[in-house]
């Protein structure tokens, strides 16, 4: 069982930065691989990020490429997605999720069997 926490979020104007903190509960952690995906109002949750269990491959949605950035430490059981030249069209709820190291990077919220609370951030222009 891996019970998430998260923290950070809040209101940014256009073109700032934010960064989200993921924090698990539980030895095993570093074993498992970590999504972040995001909600918006209306729509379904869509895939963000994802991070391998030992940090050696990260993924991402073209929507983020290049401004997103997820990095983990597994020291302190914690993933982080730090957004860069954030734009209104990334205003959601933003979800951090688990799943046990696979064979292919999981993008379908199907596939994490473990979910944080999810936190909100706003994007003003």
């Known amino acids: 069982q891996v019970e998430l926490v998260q923290s950070g979020g809040g209101l940014v104007q256009a073109g700032g930065s934010l960064r989200l903190s993921c924090a698990a509960s539980?030895?095993?952690?570093?074993?498992?691989?970590v999504g972040w995906f995001r909600q918006a109002p209306g729509s379904e949750r869509e895939f963000q990020a994802a991070i391998g269990w030992s940090g050696g491959w990260t993924y991402y949605a073209d929507s983020v490429k290049g401004r997103f950035s997820i990095s983990r430490d597994n020291r302190k059981n914690t993933v982080y997605l730090q957004m860069n030249s954030l734009k209104p069209e990334d205003t959601a709820v933003y979800y951090c999720?688990?799943?046990?190291?696979?064979?292919?990077?999981?993008?379908?919220?199907?596939?994490?069997?473990?979910w944080g609370q999810g936190t909100q951030v706003t994007v003003s222009s």
């Open positions: 999720a688990a799943v046990w190291q696979g064979r292919r990077v999981p993008q379908e919220s199907g596939e994490y069997p473990y």
């Open positions: 539980g030895r095993t952690f570093s074993n498992y691989d």
